[in-house]
């Protein structure tokens, strides 16, 4: 049974930092897509980033482009999500995904609260 556990998630001011990771178990991903979304209260979840284990293309939401750095280590099956220059509108819960391509995101993880306070 495939699992994905987020961590890393917490509270942080302007411009800070944090580093997000997921750790995936119950299976091969070599062809899989990775990629964290984002929640915030009273919006639909959205796209932040993701990575293709097969190639190691990466893909981000143009909001965060040049900020947040999605990374992925095969050995341990984790996707990491580092964020700099974080901003109030940062501010979601946000959530570790498996897919494949063409297909979508068949795994979710229970979500970790990032918070950036102004």
């Known amino acids: 049974q495939v699992q994905l556990v987020e961590s890393g998630g917490g509270l942080v001011q302007v411009g800070g930092s944090l580093r997000l990771s997921c750790a995936a178990s119950g299976g091969t991903f070599s062809k899989n897509i990775m990629a964290w979304f984002r929640q915030a209260p009273g919006k639909e979840r959205q796209f932040v980033a993701s990575i293709n284990w097969s190639d190691g293309n990466t893909h981000y939401v143009d909001s965060v482009k040049g900020r947040f750095t999605i990374s992925g280590d095969n050995a341990k099956n984790t996707v990491y999500l580092q964020m700099n220059n974080l901003k109030p509108e940062d501010t979601a819960v946000y959530y570790c995904?498996?897919?494949?391509?063409?297909?979508?995101?068949?795994?979710w993880g229970q979500g970790t609260q990032v918070t950036v306070s102004s």
């Open positions: 995904a498996l897919g494949r391509p063409s297909v979508g995101f068949d795994y």
